[in-house]
């Protein structure tokens, strides 16, 4: 089944601990992003991936590292987090960044730093 | 600034109504993708439009993009509560780098 998958789906922290949030996808895409959702604020790409070591920022960098290292992973990274960063994660992934192709979603990573 | 405005931001109806979600913006995007998003799950592409003018219909759902490609509008018709969840639109810039943005969303709920 094609699929993009996170881990962990639920994540409770305290500020500063380091965490990664794994996502991978089984369809071959080039392009993956990370996004962050939060409510009155909507949908907000945090990095994004062209493909294997290339990565970029998004809209909203600031405390976020990522990696992409190989094809189908692109773990978002927080080197020490703070409570700004609870939030709904969610990973997506797309043939390719241009045109019209579909965005394909992971199920959400839900954060909460204490 | 956001990019993309949507409205309503909220909408509650009762099983059976219409209704129509916008989509509207300043800027021209090459095309203009709807999602929906259940609770739980991330969002999932309902449909792609990409000329000007352009209609498509999916089952009850009719979704348009403005002739300019500045806006598009999603109309349902005889609502479902099966249709309840988040509706968002995502526009694709124009330019020599484009970006996807998203609309904040439409909450929508219909009522058995």
């Known amino acids: 089944e094609a699929q993009v998958t996170q881990n962990p789906r639920y994540l409770i922290t305290v500020t500063g601990k380091k965490l990664t949030v794994t996502c991978s996808q089984n369809?071959?895409?080039?392009?993956m992003s990370w996004y962050r959702q939060d409510p009155g604020l909507g949908l907000r790409q945090i990095y994004y991936s062209m493909n294997v070591e290339v990565t970029d920022k998004g809209d909203v960098p600031e405390g976020y590292k990522v990696s992409r290292k190989e094809k189908r992973n692109f773990p978002l990274i927080l080197e020490s987090p703070s409570p700004n960063q609870t939030s709904l994660y969610f990973c997506a992934s797309s043939l390719s960044r241009t045109r019209s192709h579909e965005q394909f979603f992971g199920p959400g990573t839900r954060l909460t730093v204490l | 600034t956001q990019l993309l405005e949507q409205s309503p931001q909220f909408l509650s109806i009762q099983e059976g109504e219409n209704l129509t979600v916008y989509c509207n913006s300043s800027?021209?995007?090459?095309?203009l993708q709807w999602y929906r998003q259940e609770p739980g799950e991330g969002p999932v592409l309902l449909v792609t439009?990409?000329?000007?003018?352009e209609v498509k219909k999916l089952k009850r759902l009719t979704f348009q993009f403005g002739d300019a490609r500045k806006d598009s509008s999603l109309h349902i018709t005889a609502a479902q509560p099966g249709d309840t969840g988040l509706y968002l639109c995502?526009?694709?810039?124009?330019?020599?780098?484009?970006?996807?943005?998203f609309g904040k969303g439409t909450k929508l709920t219909v009522n058995p």
């Open positions: 995502a526009g694709i810039t124009q330019g020599g780098s484009e970006k996807l943005v």
């Open positions: 369809m071959n895409h080039e392009y």
């Open positions: 800027s021209v995007f090459s095309s």
């Open positions: 439009v990409v000329t000007g003018g």
